[in-house]
């Protein structure tokens, strides 16, 4: 009995320690990346509309972050109106597959 306790307990501890895969598709996601590179894809890239900030690298974020972000800029949580609109024709099977690729593609450190 106390073996099998010891048993399952390393084993769920094993578990654990798996890295936790995103729910979209990585391969899916790269090949959706085209709307996204124009302003993500390129480093230190700043924009004037409708405010001028620093525009994030996704490379490396967590997916759980990006598919929340997609979904408030598409609802109306988060306002920017390019964000909105590119958000807002995204399904959620999209979302996550670019965050699956985004989460998988780290390139070094962020902006």
Known sequence: ??????????????LLTVPVQAAGDPKA????????AGCHGIAGWRTA??????VPKLG???????VA????YKS????HPSM?????????RDMDDLAAYYASSYSGAAN
């Open 1 to 14: 009995m106390k073996l099998t306790t010891m048993t399952l307990c390393a084993s769920a501890l094993l």
């Open 29 to 36: 996601g790269q090949l959706k990346t085209s709307m996204c």
């Open 49 to 54: 509309y409708p405010s001028v900030y620093s």
């Open 60 to 66: 490396g974020q967590h997916a759980d972050y990006i």
């Open 69 to 72: 972000a997609l979904k408030a």
């Open 76 to 79: 109306g949580e988060r306002s």
């Open 84 to 92: 909105k609109a590119i958000a807002g024709s995204l399904s959620e």
